[in-house]
């Protein structure tokens, strides 16, 4: 039989969007249907990820996948098992900026790579190493949340939410404020491009 690993590299899948954009749930239906076909998979995430256990992820709708925890790309080489085919990184904008580097090396070494992750932050700017991650990939899934703005008392506004807009003390979220706040997710929304405000943004400032 062949090995798999004379054919080349092998895919790497982004799917790419906000917050409540069902990304993780995606990622955890692909990597069963791997495993129905009897592939060895593995997820990882970044250790600073809390929200769920350290033994897994979890999407918002409570669908749960067994996960190792890393602190930085690299250390996802010490974890692969035998024959591993396909991997899922969570919330890949979380990573280090080695991250990219990692995804190549697993992708020439035969193994699938399936990535998830926010392209912006709650300010709208590049996360992380993810713009570069969805640059690299073979394929990207562009995945966008619905705007659950509240236009006026009881209108929610509907439209594609292509942002994650976080708040502080019930407030938008100032741009100076820290980029990675793991938290809960009364904390975010996910906006429309109109309805998402970031306070003192140097290229906002108007909509403020
Ligand atoms: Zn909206």
Redesign the pocket.
């Known amino acids: 039989m062949k090995n798999h690993r004379e054919k080349g590299p092998r895919k790497v899948t982004a799917i790419s969007g906000p917050m409540f954009a069902d990304k993780t749930n995606e990622m955890i239906h692909r990597l069963e249907l791997a495993s129905f076909a009897k592939l060895t998979v593995q997820a990882f995430k970044w250790t600073g990820d809390t929200r769920s256990a350290a033994d897994e992820i979890e999407g918002h709708n409570g669908v749960r996948y067994p996960a190792i925890s890393v602190d930085k790309a690299r250390d996802i080489f010490q974890h692969l098992k035998t024959g591993v085919r396909i991997i899922g990184i969570d919330e890949a904008q979380f990573l280090d900026e080695e991250t990219p580097f990692v995804v190549q090396e697993l992708s020439q070494s035969g193994i699938g790579v399936i990535l998830t992750g926010l392209p912006t932050d709650f300010r709208g700017e590049p996360f992380g190493c993810f713009p570069i991650l969805e640059a690299q990939a073979h394929k990207v899934h562009r995945r966008f949340a619905i705007?659950s703005?509240e236009?006026s008392l009881g209108e929610i506004?509907?439209?594609k939410?292509t942002q994650t807009q976080r708040f502080k003390d019930g407030e938008p979220a100032d741009f100076d404020d820290k980029v990675i706040v793991v938290g809960a997710e009364e904390q975010y929304q996910a906006?429309?491009p109109?309805?998402h405000r970031v306070p003192g943004h140097p290229r906002l400032r108007m909509w403020c």
């Open positions: 705007c703005y236009v506004c509907g439209k939410a906006v429309c109109l309805h």
